[in-house]
């Protein structure tokens, strides 16, 4: 049973153009989330969070939108630049849940030159 | 500030041994959690450690353990590896408020484990 969802396995984006990446989830109780981004042979890397009670949260070029209705998040990489080529992992986390992150299956994103 | 460090980053075992592997935190967190990567199940939770107490823990078999110690370094355990336990082995730490709220968590680069 995944909670989390990513149902685009990759993307493949011009670079300067904008980049979505969506994500959905079925559990009501998540309250928090987070975008991480991986390079092979590496750690995830903290993107950007939003909790349950905004909708938007903007870090220079990342911006994350949450549509609590439909239980979607989206991330909005703006520009797209090459470096920014890697695997983004949307996780949430429930108050009842501590730190205990429910992971997506990842997209593939490649911004081309 | 460091970031999390993690030892060794690869290791090979065989089937029936057991490993330990470790996990310095950020400076100052005092949360640790290990999460398990694999091209099937993708990012799976294991466990959380904070202030020397596991807090959470993911649907893991009884052979994989944990520890924290005062300093807030983890270690965790598995005991008679099986194939399936090849993995990337991730451990992240946050700070952790009083009041139970997360924060993000922060990422070692893993330990790659390979059973033979």
């Known amino acids: 049973d995944q909670q989390v969802k990513q149902n685009s396995p990759s993307l493949s984006v011009q670079e300067g153009r904008i980049s979505i990446l969506n994500c959905d989830y079925t559990?009501?109780?998540?309250?928090?989330f987070l975008w991480y981004k991986k390079y092979p042979a590496e750690g995830p890397t903290f993107l950007i969070s939003?909790?349950?009670?905004?909708d938007k949260n903007e870090d220079g070029r990342f911006t994350v939108f949450l549509n609590k209705s439909a239980k979607h998040l989206s991330l909005h990489i703006v520009p797209s630049q090459p470096g920014d080529s890697a695997v983004y992992f949307c996780a949430a986390s429930g108050r009842n849940a501590g730190n205990m992150l429910t992971f997506g299956g990842g997209t593939r994103l490649m911004v081309k030159p | 500030k460091a970031g999390v460090t993690q030892t060794p980053r690869y290791l090979i075992k065989t089937r029936g041994q057991q490993v330990t592997l470790s996990c310095s935190p950020i400076s100052g967190h005092r949360s640790v959690s290990w999460y398990q990567q694999t091209p099937g199940q993708g990012l799976q939770f294991l466990f959380e450690y904070f202030s020397e107490t596991q807090r959470n823990k993911g649907n893991f078999p009884g052979r994989f353990s944990g520890r924290q110690f005062s300093n807030s370094r983890s270690e965790m355990n598995v005991s008679t590896l099986e194939l399936g336990d090849s993995a990337l082995y991730l451990c992240?730490?946050?700070?952790?408020?009083?009041?139970?709220?997360?924060?993000?968590?922060?990422f070692g680069p893993g330990t790659r484990l390979t059973v033979l």
């Open positions: 559990n009501s109780m998540f309250d928090y």
């Open positions: 992240a730490s946050s700070e952790r408020t009083s009041g139970g709220y997360y924060n993000e968590q922060f």
């Open positions: 939003i909790s349950s009670i905004k």
